[in-house]
């Protein structure tokens, strides 16, 4: 049975896996052909009833308060490396077949809420690969392979997701990519009270990430926290907020250096899953070497919803793709 663990988690053992590729079986066997059929979405919410029951229940306890953290890791998930093609090169690589692995980030989607993507980024796809590619080491998004800064997952965007699916299929060569999670709950009590009130106030402008293309406008002055002084959200990307005052510099930088100072960080192997509570934790990425020798590091990434209502007027016919 599972077993969760303040170090991992959720850990799985050979039967809860057995049940995995039932419920991802159930999938595959419907009548959807691809990822983004609306019938796969239907399929994969019928069949996360199928899930281990422990799973389930860690997954609704995330789900009602996310813990210190604001992330649950999940090993043990039943993904064959052997079985994998070639690690993807192309930028803006998408997963459309109903793979396993892609099933199974739809059947924890459900579990959560509803599976989300935005048109202008990946085009649409609602299961997304993050991998190195050649030529983009230096960028500060998914395609690249040097230290990606902490951010909340388009902390620019009215319907930014809930939570944040990363399911890894292969870890990178050397075993030292780091998923570098920090948690609003965890930070809060270590900021002066100068800067927690700052951080407040609507003196912070956040851009567009570079995977949604030029020309979009950024947001309207927001604070980087919200809600409840003593379990507020955060909204920040710290490679595309800007400051506008100079006391919004002053606590930017302030909550830089304590989400480095407070940072957890997590070494995926194949079959892991992070969850990332995307409304009260900031993620990034340490470095790596990729060697495009078709082995390098493959994550998967879904995006989900718990409200799916809030964004209708985004989603043409009523479906999981934000159009705006």
Request: charged share 25%; proline share 7%.
């Amino acid at each position: 049975m599972i077993t969760q663990t303040p170090a991992s988690g959720v850990v799985m053992d050979a039967a809860d896996g057995a049940r995995v590729r039932r419920a991802v079986l159930a999938v595959r066997s419907s009548a959807a052909r691809t990822v983004d059929d609306a019938a796969t979405t239907a399929a994969a919410r019928d069949a996360s009833d199928a899930l281990p029951p422990a799973l389930r229940r860690a997954l609704r306890a995330f789900r009602r308060h996310s813990g210190p953290t604001g992330t649950l890791l999940v090993r043990g998930l039943p993904v064959d490396e052997n079985l994998l093609p070639a690690t993807p090169t192309v930028d803006g690589s998408v997963q459309r077949t109903l793979t396993g692995p892609a099933a199974m980030l739809l059947l924890v989607a459900s579990a959560l809420g509803d599976p989300i993507a935005f048109r202008a980024e990946k085009s649409g796809a609602l299961v997304q690969d993050v991998v190195p590619v050649p030529g983009k080491e230096e960028f500060q998004g998914n395609a690249g392979s040097v230290t990606l800064s902490f951010h909340n997952e388009n902390a620019f965007h009215e319907h930014r997701p809930d939570y944040v699916l990363l399911l890894c299929l292969r870890p990178d060569h050397d075993r030292v990519a780091g998923l570098r999670t920090a948690c609003s709950r965890e930070i809060l009590p270590l900021l002066t009270d100068e800067t927690r009130r700052t951080l407040f106030l609507p003196e912070f402008v956040t851009e567009a990430p570079p995977s949604f293309g030029a020309n979009r406008d950024a947001t309207f002055p927001h604070g980087v926290l919200s809600g409840a002084p003593d379990d507020p959200d955060m909204r920040v990307d710290l490679a595309a907020t800007t400051p506008l005052t100079p006391a919004a510099r002053a606590a930017l930088a302030e909550l830089g250096e304590v989400f480095d100072r407070t940072a957890q960080s997590a070494r995926l192997v194949t079959g892991d899953l992070a969850v990332v509570d995307n409304r009260v934790t900031v993620h990034g990425r340490t470095a790596f070497r990729p060697r495009y020798d078709g082995r390098d590091r493959w994550l998967q990434r879904t995006f989900v919803a718990v409200n799916l209502r809030s964004s209708r007027d985004h989603r043409p016919d009523d479906g999981h793709v934000l159009d705006r």
